[in-house]
């Protein structure tokens, strides 16, 4: 990632609680950071404003807070969630809003904080948004934050190549993302070698 792509809004406890939410999360390797980084690249093929990229990557960097925040340790278990799990888990995009919103983050990063579970095709939540009525920052999160999740590794979850992974994003396009985000998100050079925020 050039120089650029990092903003003094990245402030150094912006970072310190990316790390701590990866850390809860399981991560190996820092993943935040790495959505973060994939997600302004992809921004920057969208034209997206300076102002609109600070937002997502600030969004990008702590999207999972809500999860921090519900200190659910369910999450770190290698089993598939029970129902009434997996409909709790789904609060976690609003408490992350809400939480972002208590620590003065803005609007904008607490919404697409609120929108990155959010499926092209209506499918997800928390408000079941669709198509464009998705903000693209969210949609370009959605993207960024699952192919991450695909290639990183946790304990609990072993990691796929970025071949696989970017099947599977292909395979849902139209579906879960938006099939522009993909299509944008395939043609980054240099895929695997993207430089995370915590680089610089």
């Known amino acids: 990632m050039s120089e650029s792509a990092v903003s003094p809004g990245i402030e150094e406890s912006l970072i310190t609680l990316s790390r701590s939410i990866d850390e809860f999360e399981g991560y190996i390797n820092p993943h935040a950071s790495r959505v973060a980084g994939l997600a302004d690249a992809i921004a920057v093929r969208f034209k997206l404003s300076t102002h609109d990229r600070l937002s997502l990557k600030q969004a990008a960097l702590i999207h999972d807070l809500g999860e921090l925040t ?7 278990v290698e089993r598939v969630l029970t129902e009434r799990e997996r409909l709790d888990l789904q609060r976690h995009p609003v408490i992350g809003e809400q939480d972002a919103a208590k620590r003065g983050y803005s609007r904008a990063v607490q919404l697409i904080i609120r929108w990155h579970h959010e499926w092209w095709n209506g499918d997800g939540y928390p408000d079941g948004l669709k198509n464009d009525s998705i903000p693209l920052a969210a949609r370009i999160l959605r993207v960024c934050d699952t192919y991450a999740a695909l290639t990183d590794a946790r304990p609990f979850s072993g990691a796929i190549t970025s071949a696989e992974a970017n099947r ?5 396009a139209g579906i879960e993302f938006d099939p522009a985000v993909i299509l944008e998100f395939l043609e980054l050079e240099g895929l695997a070698e993207l430089e995370s925020l915590e680089d610089h």
């Open 70 to 76: 519900m200190g659910r340790e369910y999450i770190k």
């Open 168 to 172: 599977y994003l292909t395979e849902w």
